[in-house]
């Protein structure tokens, strides 16, 4: 069993995620396929590692000693893949596809450069919607996609990364909290109907109670620099403020410099995840386990 650490690779996953449909969705294989590797370990071994609780799985006692030994396989194997990048000294250029929240206010240009370091090779970062992301991955037109709209695909594998929130944004101060019908008091910059920001804004208007259309909509665009720019160059209003709803991370700068201001809903917090995305063919490759290790890590 040892010379297929891909058994011992679900088994720790289960473990760490303490369910067997996450671990199913983070190694992009069937839940049926996550359990029938558990009990073939379990006939290997003749004991039962995994107890199935209400709240979750526990360990046995033979399953924590699993645990331990797979562990420092794992880290054994980690070790050993970037040696194995070494010998390779393949020269590419790794395709990363970002979001454009992401690509351009969460990703920051030193970190793609010592990405690029991690894997001895330049990374091109390319930026567009989360849809035409998916569909480059699917293409093979790009490695590995980060992206902030769960646009779903079996041949897949979506990674949980960041936690985003989305807040309200003025050109003049306004209070740190805003109630639901001080909202028809804003002129409004709103984004594209077809974009996943205003998907989720007007799912969380619409659970408030909240008409969007009886705001007072100056304009629509397409991107979040596009709603920054407009709000930035709009005429100050204190009794009628210029906003919209954007990215906690698209803001940070202005906000610190006292250029933008921001608020959150009384009562309410929109939140939203950014997801690492790549194909399931791809998910044994050296280069790309390791670009994804090295977001998952924090280390941008």
């Not at 069937?30 to 006939?43: G, R």
Request: with cysteine.
């Amino acid at each position: 069993m040892l010379k297929d650490f891909v058994k011992l690779e679900t088994f720790l996953t289960v473990a760490r995620e303490r369910s067997f449909s996450r671990a199913s969705a983070k190694l992009g294989i069937s839940q049926p396929a996550v359990t029938q590797q558990i009990k073939f370990i379990e006939k290997y071994l003749g004991v039962k590692i995994i107890e199935r609780k209400k709240n979750g799985i526990k360990l046995t006692a033979e399953g924590d000693e699993l645990y331990k030994i797979a562990t420092r396989l794992e880290k054994e194997i980690h070790a050993a893949e970037k040696d194995i990048l070494k010998i390779i000294n393949k020269e590419m250029t790794f395709r990363l596809g970002a979001s454009y929240t992401i690509g351009t206010y969460v990703i920051p240009g030193e970190c793609l450069n010592a990405m690029g370091e991690a894997i001895n090779n330049d990374i091109n970062l390319s930026i567009d919607l989360s849809a035409n992301i998916v569909q480059k991955l699917k293409d093979r037109k790009l490695d590995v996609g980060l992206i902030e709209s769960p646009v779903m695909d079996n041949d897949l594998i979506y990674r949980e990364w960041l936690e985003d929130e989305l807040v309200l944004v003025s050109n003049v101060p306004i209070p740190k909290t805003v109630k639901t019908e001080e909202l028809y008091d804003f002129k409004w910059i709103c984004r594209e109907e077809s974009s996943h920001t205003r998907r989720v804004v007007s799912e969380v208007f619409e659970e408030l109670g909240v008409s969007c259309k009886s705001f007072d909509v100056l304009s629509e665009v397409s991107n979040t620099t596009a709603v920054l720019q407009t709000i930035k160059r709009a005429k100050k209003d204190p009794e009628h403020p210029v906003a919209s709803i954007i990215s906690k991370y698209a803001i940070a700068d202005e906000v610190a410099n006292g250029e933008l201001y921001e608020a959150r809903l009384r009562g309410y917090t929109m939140t939203r995840k950014f997801y690492i995305v790549y194909s399931k063919e791809n998910k044994h490759n050296a280069y790309v386990d390791k670009v994804v290790d090295y977001i998952l890590a924090g280390q941008c």
